[in-house]
Nanobody
Framework: QVQVVESGGGLVQPGGSLRLSCATSGFTLYFYTIGWFRQAPGKEREGVACISLSAGSTYYADSVKGRFTISEDNAKNTVYLQMNLLKPEDTAVYYC???????????????????????WGQGTQVTVSS
């Protein structure tokens, strides 16, 4: 069955870096869209980054552009989120999500929302604090 499992979260100082991993199984990663979302206490889940290799599509939220990079290793069935120049406001539980519909955003509708992703991991905590 389809599974996605996040790892790599932890405590990091402001300005530091972390790399999150999303290990996938049960489907061909190349044909799926993978999104990274995050949810801070008391806030709604928000999209951070998205990749869909078969559609040639990627997306980054404005709040992370230039600091976060999403990448995909099909040989390892894993998607990564490299997070640099971390800020305290990046503190959240980060989730990986997968969906068989191949695109990250459209000109008319914008980026895909959390409700549009079918399969979810359990989340990994990222805390940015000195």
């Amino acid at each position: 069955q389809v599974q996605v499992v996040e790892s790599g979260g932890g405590l990091v100082q402001p300005g530091g870096s972390l790399r999150l991993s999303c290990a996938t199984s049960g489907f061909t990663l190349y044909f799926y869209t993978i999104g990274w979302f995050r949810q801070a206490p008391g806030k709604e889940r928000e999209g951070v980054a998205c990749i869909s290799l078969s559609a040639g599509s990627t997306y980054y939220a404005d709040s992370v552009k230039g600091r976060f990079t999403i990448s995909e290793d099909n040989a390892k069935n894993t998607v990564y989120l490299q997070m640099n120049l971390l800020k305290p406001e990046d503190t959240a539980v980060y989730y990986c999500a997968a969906d068989p519909v191949a695109y990250c955003l459209t000109a008319g509708s914008g980026p895909r929302t959390a409700q549009e992703f079918e399969y979810w991991g359990q989340g990994t905590q990222v805390t940015v604090s000195s």
